[in-house]
């Protein structure tokens, strides 16, 4: 008799793939993967493929002992990683100043390579922690003593780590199959700092120097000495060709000649290019024959603006095609060592800048600069919907930075925006960053104590992880006893935060500004919530929205510290911390859609336009919706989510989006549906409503989605009520002073718990900090609800 899971056949079907979400930040790797059985696990590594931990033993030989290593990990699971003993003191022990035994960092090179790792070899390891080393030098194992901080790293990316962890694999086996989704900060990092491949940018004859120009804006409107940022790209062509206003050619292009200076970029060592072209928006003949000669030249990576951007305005399709030749390589790079690592039947997608998912060969360096915190807000509309709230405010607060973004029922996206000092034509989600995260650097200017933008990252990380780095957040909240070092995920050292601290007052005190402990702490608090409220107030007060009216939604690794100060200065009174508030990113990424956009440019008079909207809606709709069943979504499933319109009045610059046709609800006479939508979304902007001035119509944009594109809440254990929950603990903690703080375990709160601040609640990946004057309730499916007293 055949089984129950037998075909005609006889064959058994394979079991279903993992389903693996992994969101890379700048200093943690987080991932959440669900198996066939619907079971849940998780995971949460560094950002540099490393694990912390202690020595828990003194060395027996060959072999250690180690405590703090995630547990029911297989034999030999460690087996090829590489062990790197930590300066047990925190301060810097070698020439580099690192604290530890080498000086080289596990991470991505120039050019997206990845650095081999150093230290002592691991040759075995059993599930109860402890391994068997290679043969390890003297002074290291000396220092393997009872107590030391060490890592072990491993020579793959932090998502295929995330993945063995996860799914309990051994670097010596294959992955089982897996349908991976990954967000990542990789080339936002790579950005920043400068570490993309050398690129040329390919232009029409007479504008050469359109990106040194730019648009002529001064950040510092009163600087004496104006410093530019240098150009990303290293050499610039400059081609006779041109193409009038309406695309007709006014000088054709000789490809031979583009292809004789393609050779000699190659033999200057630079073999990726951006073309951009005056007006190819209109027509993209030429750009496409540039690109085409440039690759016979040998060039590998070529990227047009035309199909990049096709929309009016050189200097921002320009710097957008720049910044996807300069990031292709190293993302590219990246991405190929983490498929490469996926075995046979896996598939990847990764999240793109406007919180949709798009598969490996689809995607483009200049959609993932805002990959991860799109996922964030993802995952916090998700669970918004899931407590019952619609309007709210995204509030992720990771190692590096904190990203904020509002949800009113659906996403704001935004069509240019800024990264660093580049700027983009690409859809992304409405999201503003600040560099104010755990990792931010408390430092002393010689006037004044600072919070941020420098970050201690990954490596070497906050003083207290005890690898020499310097006083972080995460430092301050740890000496004011709002975290628990049991309870962290990594083995701190509060005696190393304390020596960071003491350096900090003593540089004041030397500057003649000395400053108490109990008075510095706190205000460094107050500095980075203080630069966390005003990014909200940049996403809401300053577009026309009281954030009094929606509900924070905190998450990140230490998102749930500082909500209820950040909710107070802006005038918030509900704060929802999720179930997984550490992992809510990656979470994102299961509740994502697989998306596409498709747009036009029309720069019309919209009563001109009456017409044909219609027909120009259906035809992109055709587009994105065609682009999502290329991607494997069935036909019946594909259906078009949003009907974005551009418009502004004749004669200014600035433009509003607007949602024509919501719901798939498309009035017949569209011109003056779009047109009402404008002149209401105008009033709320800017307080009133110019008379007597046409509008024009800028460009159309659409969004189709796989028709699981849904945001109601997924299914969640409903917790049963229980009896009141008395506290875990108590710890001296700092509010407003020092005082015993009762400390509650997350998993022990049911549904309806009521707990009154002052009061501590510690989980796997995060902590709540309760303060005076606010309650706490446990809802339907497991969030806190923290409420401030009206």
Known sequence: MKGSGEGSSGAVPAPAPWRVWVDTGGTFTDGVAVNGDGRVRRAKVLSSSALRARVAAAPAGRRVELAGLPAGLPEDFFAGWRLVVLGSSGEAAGPGGRGEERVEVSGAAPGGRREPVDGIEVAGSSPDGRLELAEPAAEARARLAEGARVELRSDEEAPVVAARLLTRTPASQPLPRLAMRLATTRGTNALLERRGAPVALVVTRGFGDVLAIGDQRRPELFALAVVKPRPLYAAVVEVDERLAADGSVLEALDPETVEAAGRRLVADGIDAAAVAFLHAYADPRHERAAGEALRRAGLRRVALSSELAPLIGLLPRAETAVVDAYLAEVLTGYLDRVSGALGPGSTLHVMTSAGGLVRLGEFRAKDSLLSGPAGGVVGAARAGRASGFRRVIAFDMGGTSTDVARFDGDYEYVFEHRVGDARLLAPALAIESVAAGGGSVCGF??????????????????????????????DVDLLLGRLDPDRFGLPLDPDAAERALERLLAAAAAAGRPAERERALPGLLAIADERMAEAIRRISVRRGYDPAGYVLVAFGGAGAQHACAVAGLLGILTVLVPRDAGLLSALGLGAAVIERFAH??????????????????????????????????????????????????????????????AGGDVRHDLAAAAGDAFAERYRERYGYLPEGREIELVALRLAASSADATLEPAAEELRAPGSPTSPTARRRAWFDGWGETPVYDRDALRTGARLAGPALVFEAHSATVLPPGWSLIVDRVGALRLEAAR
């Open 445 to 474: 200017d010689g006037a004044a104590f600072t919070v941020g933008p420098g970050s201690a990252g990954a490596d070497p990380g906050p003083a207290c992880y005890g690898a020499g780095g310097p006083l972080t957040l995460t």
């Open 600 to 661: 036009r440019q029309v720069l019309m008079p919209l009563a001109e336009c009456g017409g044909r909207l219609a027909g120009w809606l259906d035809e992109l709709g055709g587009e994105a919706r065609r682009a999502v069943v290329a991607e494997g979504v069935p036909e019946r499933e594909a259906a078009v989510r949003r009907r974005l319109a551009e418009l502004r009045f004749t004669g200014q610059e600035s433009a509003l989006e607007v949602e024509i046709g």
